[in-house]
Nanobody, 122 residues
Framework: QVQLVESGGGLVQSGGSLRLSCVAS????????MGWFRQAPGKEREFVAA????????DYADSVKGRFAITRNNAKNTVYLQMNSLKPEDTAVYYC???????????????WGQGTQVTVSS
């Protein structure tokens, strides 16, 4: 079965950086679009970033453009989210997602990781 395991969350001061990792198993990783979503307390889960299996420029939510970068290493079945210039409003649980679609808008795929907490203090 498909498993996604995130790591790299933690507590950081405003302006700091973190790198999240998501290791995938149970799928042919190089054939799958991968992405990150986040959910803050009391809010709905929202899209953060996506990277396609076929290459091309990644997609980002407007709120993270220029600060976050999504990359993938197909040899390691891993997708990363480099987060720079973090703000308190970036505080959320971050979830890895496999199989999201990027045509006609962003829609998450069926597979989710367990989430990793990111807390940014002011």
């Amino acid at each position: 079965q498909v498993q996604l395991v995130e790591s790299g969350g933690g507590l950081v001061q405003s302006g700091g950086s973190l790198r999240l990792s998501c290791v995938a198993s149970g799928l042919t990783f190089s054939d799958w679009n991968m992405g990150w979503f986040r959910q803050a307390p009391g809010k709905e889960r929202e899209f953060v970033a996506a990277i396609r299996w076929s290459g091309g420029p990644p997609d980002y939510a407007d709120s993270v453009k220029g600060r976050f970068a999504i990359t993938r290493n197909n040899a390691k079945n891993t997708v990363y989210l480099q987060m720079n210039s973090l703000k308190p409003e970036d505080t959320a649980v971050y979830y890895c997602n496999a199989g999201l679609t990027t045509t006609m808008g962003i829609r998450p795929g069926n597979y989710w990781g367990q989430g990793t907490q990111v807390t940014v203090s002011s």
